[in-house]
């Protein structure tokens, strides 16, 4: 079975950054797109952006677009998030999802357990 688990989250103020990782395991991380959703209280889950298995191809949501990079070692089995110039709606459960593709959470069939990212203003 498939694990993936996040790192990374914690508090910052509005305009920092903060860089989280998801490492998977007991996966062909090399043929494995990965992604990240977010789930903000009382909010659906909310995809945020995704990165194909070799890393050519990435995308991301029109609210996170200039501001979020995402981006894989293979050789560590870990994808990243680097989150820039944070707003306190970006206030949410971070979760890495894995064997899928696409905007829909039905889409991806690994989810990982979340890391909470806290924006104050």
């Known amino acids: 079975q498939v694990q993936l688990v996040e790192s990374g989250g914690g508090l910052v103020q509005a305009g920092g950054s903060l860089r989280l990782s998801c490492t998977a395991s007991?996966?062909?991380?090399?043929?494995?797109?990965l992604g990240w959703f977010r789930q903000a209280p009382g909010k659906e889950h909310e995809f945020v952006a995704a990165?194909?298995?070799?890393?050519?191809?990435?995308t991301y949501a029109d609210s996170v677009k200039g501001r979020f990079i995402v981006s894989r070692d293979n050789s560590k089995m870990t994808v990243y998030l680097q989150m820039n110039s944070l707003k306190p709606d970006d206030t949410a459960v971070y979760h890495c999802a894995g064997g899928g593709w696409g905007t829909l959470r039905s889409s991806w069939r690994d989810w990982g357990q979340g890391t909470q990212v806290t924006v104050s203003s």
């Open positions: 990165i194909d298995w070799s890393g050519g191809t990435t």
């Open positions: 007991r996966v062909i991380f090399s043929v494995y797109s």
